[in-house]
């Protein structure tokens, strides 16, 4: 059965403490339990209160602030390292510096639409993303550089200097642009020094009014194989209401779905602080306040069917996760009921806890059968080559020891044996080089051949550089790949009639490939480039006539020309009236 405590908190400041730790929170101290607390809490305030005052920013946008996603929150293969922004379902919000600082870099991008680096002079960047239009003089810049490269997609490092923006300045407007949901502004915040990304919500000076506590949707409780069990089974379990006490022996891992809500939005949020103690012992602790890019490449090894692991896998290294000496897993040696409680806190200080039992009982432990397999060891080099494929993961990207089978056996329609590296995907902690041996060459050339991730009749285009007889791919996980050919060019089919074209001042095409990436494409009027800009929401890649350098009431040529990652490349001639 699980018990459930609720501690809502209202009004003036509160100063939340995990163990040794403060968050600063604008409610009431109501839960401080002695004098001590209520000392060390105030010591380690006063720091924590300069900090912000000296941050001072302002919010980006000019309406009240609702947030859609928090730092910390799990998304699809990775942790959220920003803040996302309601923008009331609508784009075109000026977007606004939240300080004096300039603008480091600007990105033109398929994922982040119009996103933008602003260095501040505190230590900080803040990077704002999908966003549909940048101010005059960052339009200016960018379209210049576009033209100058002869380019849509582009990065752009801005010396500093060039571009000074100061606090309150509007540097765009917001949108809906690249990999969106829906109209919103996506705020990501790090350290300029270190690149650590940093949860932004402390540092605004307003405040963004939250009384609701987190909530855990679920719990799983893990028998670590060959070591642990569960009710007479190897299998996960699931404790609930409703359950009967779950009976456990040898050692056992637990995690958790949290989520948390903030006031006036439906939006399932990350849960910042997440505490595990076993007969009132801290066995686990999460306080994701900081992230560096590392640490989200290997989000995955925290992750277990939808639930954070409240333990670690020994080649996991989280800096925001404190265990106890056996990592968090709880070994289960005596015949009594253990009390597992859980503590989830947000960055508003409301916090929630929840208890349940583990009962000890002595019963078999069932063991694995790896028979036929081969173990990958975490904290060694594992050479998984075979003939006609080389792969080599260096020590460090598992998380903890694999057990896999790999195996190569012939494709119907592959260039290549079906390399089938592990019957279940293996997540790395970073990519590795998988290199696919060249077929003898005969009509084709290198460059049309790729390496194709498969996943049943499905694939997907995993890379294709070409070095010393080998196509190449940088891997993020352990799965079936194979080598393919692309002999097919892009496909470009003009979208609308040219009537519409002429009405609406808007050339519209779309270019699209259904076996490799699309990496390049150009428009030219009148033998001379001009912007064509992709729109990932829509896919339609269009070009702004009013703002081309041609003279209206004549027919022009038109010619774009599109290129795949093999090389294949079509070219589209037409003329229009405009």
């Not at 000496?325 to 929840?354: F, H, M």
């Not at 350098?549 to 010619?559: A, F, N, S, V, W």
Request: proline content about 4%; some cysteine; overall charge neutral.
């Amino acid at each position: 059965m699980i018990k459930e405590v609720h501690s809502a908190l209202y009004g003036g400041m509160h100063f939340f403490l995990f163990g040794k730790i403060a968050y600063l929170c604008n409610f009431p101290m109501t839960i401080m339990k002695n004098k001590y607390y209520l000392i060390l809490a105030a010591l380690l305030a006063s720091q924590s209160i300069t900090t912000f005052a000296q941050s001072n920013y302002l919010l980006p946008l000019r309406i009240a602030p609702s947030l859609s996603g928090n730092f910390g929150e799990i998304r699809s293969g990775h942790i959220h390292t920003g803040i996302d922004f309601k923008t009331q379902g609508r784009t075109g919000f000026p977007i606004r510096a939240m300080a004096d600082g300039y603008i480091s870099k600007i990105f033109v991008s398929y994922g982040s639409g119009y996103m933008l680096h602003i260095t501040y002079n505190n230590g900080y960047t803040a990077i704002y993303r999908h966003n549909e239009a940048f101010a005059p003089k960052i339009a200016r810049y960018t379209r210049k550089y576009q033209y100058e490269h002869e380019v849509d997609l582009c990065e752009i490092t801005v010396p500093e200097g060039v571009l000074p923006v100061v606090r309150g300045e509007v540097l765009g407007n917001s949108g809906n642009e690249g990999y969106s949901m829906g109209p919103h502004l996506h705020l990501d915040l790090y350290e300029t020094a270190t690149g650590d990304f940093v949860d932004p919500l402390p540092h605004l000076a307003q405040v963004i009014s939250d009384n609701r506590a987190p909530l855990a949707e679920s719990f799983l409780i893990v028998p670590q194989a060959g070591s642990g069990v569960i009710n007479g089974s190897g299998y996960i379990g699931h404790p609930s209401s409703t359950d009967n006490v779950i009976e456990c022996w040898g050692k056992i891992g637990i995690a958790i779905d949290p989520v948390d809500y903030m006031d006036g939005a439906s939006n399932k949020l990350g849960v910042k602080h997440i505490r595990l103690t076993v007969d009132q012992r801290e066995v686990y602790r999460s306080d994701l306040d900081r992230l560096s890019r590392e640490e989200n490449n290997r989000m995955h090894n925290w992750l277990i069917r939808g639930h954070l692991k409240s333990y670690t896998e020994p080649g996991l290294f989280l800096r925001f996760i404190k265990t106890d000496e056996r990592n968090g897993i709880l070994t289960i040696s005596e015949e009594r009921d253990y009390q597992v409680a859980y503590t989830l806190a947000d960055e508003a200080g409301n916090e929630r806890e929840y208890s349940f039992i583990l009962r000890g009982k002595e019963m078999p432990i069932p063991q694995p059968n790896y028979q036929g397999m081969r173990c990958l060891k975490w904290n060694q080099v594992n050479d998984l080559s075979m003939p006609g494929m080389q792969l080599i993961l260096p020590r460090g990207v598992l998380a903890c020891d694999e057990y896999v089978d790999p195996r190569a056996e012939a494709g119907e329609y592959n260039a290549s044996m079906r390399y089938m590296l592990s019957s279940k995907s293996v997540v790395l902690g970073k990519s590795c080089e998988l290199r696919i041996s060249l077929p003898a060459l005969k009509s084709l050339s290198a460059k049309q051949y790729y390496i194709a991730r498969q996943d049943g009749e499905k694939r997907t285009y995993a890379g294709n550089a070409i070095r010393e007889g080998f196509c190449i791919a940088q891997i993020g996980s352990l799965d079936t790949y194979s080598l393919e050919m692309d002999t097919i060019a892009p496909l470009i089919k003009p979208s609308g009639t040219k009537a519409r074209w002429q009405s609406q001042g808007v050339l519209d095409f779309i270019i699209s490939d259904s076996q490799t990436p699309v990496v390049s494409y150009k428009g030219k009027i009148d033998g001379k480039f001009e912007l064509f800009h992709l729109r990932r929401r829509t896919g339609h890649t269009t070009c702004n006539l009013k703002e081309c350098q041609i003279p209206r009431g004549k027919t022009h040529t038109l010619e774009i020309t599109a290129t795949d990652a093999c090389g294949n490349t079509r070219i589209y001639k037409d003329t229009f009236t405009w």
